[in-house]
């Protein structure tokens, strides 16, 4: 209960210093304001609902109805699925069960009865001796991908895969088929449109932005009456469904911060519309980060821990967009990359530190430690790559220093990028965090081509003549710690316990 306290009050904070930060920025730098955190209050006070509803569902779904006859029929499913251990130490609780029925005739009936009420409580149903002995065949066929659980969890990726379109595509293409499928009593419509529904729809305007949040907290509510499963993800993709609903809710406040602006006169400049929409959407995403957070958690989904960490991110300035034959990933500034790389770094230390205090698997932490090992590491490094090429001319607009001088401040932070790198690959690989290692390799490799394309031709022959130094050092190293592998060894159960 400690570390759940601690997150709710560190989101909370979090929440409320990023949005008074980010409309501190807005009032300082630019010239036409909005209302600041203040056109926000429905979302936040939603926001507070969806955490409500983490903390205590049954308050919420007892003045709610059902939307759907049953629920949580996956459970019927797993009750006639052999068991099986989802960690190494239910293994070895399993194998000593296995070990206890083995001598069923020669053990007493309570010791047997013991064994199995512990199986019991692992697959969470009622275990029998036949369930016991059929776990070596069970593992058989697991090792050959042959079982039924291979099976069905391939197949429900995939449904969970067709939902997750489904629930995008649904938002994109609702209004084109809408009006495709009323083309034919057009004239019909707009006649009602003129006499009755616009005047009623101005009357009850007010009332949109409340509403559009409330119909996310009701489809959230639906979502919570699903258990989380092994194999289906219903929960989950309800839960997704209401994170998009209140995604359009933001839109809608967003488009209502936005319209005082638009309509002033003198027109704002294209630069001051793109700029106050950025910081606009900014306050969206930092709040959908938080709903996306108590959805993941509630449904211990990995998919909604990633959502949260890509809206986090993209709220302190990373962005990613497609354009026909090109994508763009970066920071909208300097600024915004300094931001990302400071609050990415952190993230990247609360990963590894969670890591090592053996925190990932507590159910409010597991969700987000596939994206903070991947996002947050990715988002770093691509901070630090970039900023490693702005930072030096920055010195220079400031010092007005020679290119020679440039040149060595360049090669410093690319120093202490390369650093980096190597240090996330080696961190990963220790603490077991694949995710992490991996994007490690990859900017390790980006590092390289940065440098030979920022370097100048004249350099190219000392820059050669270093490089092949560090090749024949790394080759030695790799050399000497495959035919000494007790160094390896050696600092891993130094890390992680006695040798």
Avoid at 51 to 74: C, G
Wanted: hydrophobic residues 55%.
């Amino acid at each position: 209960m400690i570390l759940e306290t601690i997150v709710v009050v560190a989101t909370l904070a979090a929440g409320l210093s990023g949005l008074h930060a980010v409309a501190t920025a807005a009032k300082a730098g630019e010239r036409r304001t909005l209302k600041g955190a203040a056109g926000f209050v429905w979302p936040l006070l939603f926001v507070g609902i969806f955490w409500a509803l983490l903390l205590s569902e049954q308050p919420f779904t007892s003045i709610t109805p059902p939307l759907f006859a049953s629920y949580n029929s996956s459970a019927a499913v797993e009750r006639q699925l052999p068991i099986l251990a989802t960690n190494l130490s239910q293994a070895l609780v399993l194998g000593r069960v296995l070990e206890v029925v083995s001598r069923l005739d020669s053990l007493p009936d309570s010791e047997v009865a013991k064994a199995l009420a512990t199986a019991s409580e692992i697959a969470g149903r009622l275990i029998s001796v036949q369930d016991i002995l059929h776990l070596p065949a069970t593992l058989a066929e697991l090792d050959a991908g042959t079982s039924v659980m291979d099976v069905l969890l391939s197949f429900f990726s995939l449904v969970n895969l067709m939902w997750i379109v489904s629930i995008f595509g649904l938002f994109m293409t609702a209004q084109y088929a809408l009006s495709i499928l009323l083309a034919p009593i057009a004239s019909t419509l707009a006649s009602l449109w003129e006499l009755y529904l616009y005047p009623a729809l101005l009357v009850c305007q007010p009332a949109y932005e409340p509403l559009i949040y409330v119909m996310s907290v009701v489809v959230a509510i639906e979502a919570a009456r699903h258990q989380v499963s092994t194999f289906t993800a219903s929960g989950a993709m309800i839960g997704l469904s209401a994170w998009a609903v209140f995604w359009l809710g933001l839109s809608y406040t967003a488009h209502l911060e936005l319209k005082p602006m638009l309509n002033m006169d003198p027109k704002p400049t294209v630069e001051e519309t793109w700029n106050e929409t950025r910081r606009v959407y900014i306050k969206a995403s930092l709040l959908a980060s938080f709903v996306a957070a108590s959805l993941a958690i509630q449904h211990q989904s990995p998919f909604m821990g990633f959502m949260a960490v890509i809206s986090l991110l993209h709220s302190m300035g990373f962005s990613a967009f497609a354009m026909p034959l090109c994508i763009f990933i970066g920071f909208g500034s300097e600024s915004e990359t300094l931001r990302c790389l400071a609050v990415s770094g952190f993230l990247t230390l609360v990963n590894m530190s969670l890591q090592v205090t053996r925190l990932t698997s507590h159910e409010w932490v597991a969700p987000f430690q596939p994206a903070l090992s991947i996002m947050g590491t990715s988002v770093f490094l691509l901070a630090m790559n970039i900023a490693t090429i702005l930072l030096p001319y920055s010195h220079d607009r400031a010092n007005k220093k020679s290119p020679a001088e440039i040149f060595m401040i360049f090669l410093r932070y690319m120093a202490v990028y390369f650093s980096l790198t190597i240090f996330c690959v080696i961190a990963g690989t220790l603490l077991g965090l694949d995710g992490m290692a991996n994007v490690g390799k990859v900017y390790a490799a980006i590092f390289f081509l940065t440098l030979f394309c920022c370097v100048k031709p004249k350099d190219a022959g000392l820059v050669s003549f270093w490089w092949f130094a560090l090749f024949c050092i790394l080759y030695g190293v790799s050399m000497t710690l495959s035919a000494n592998p007790q160094y390896l060894y050696a600092l891993v159960g130094g890390i992680g316990g006695p040798v």
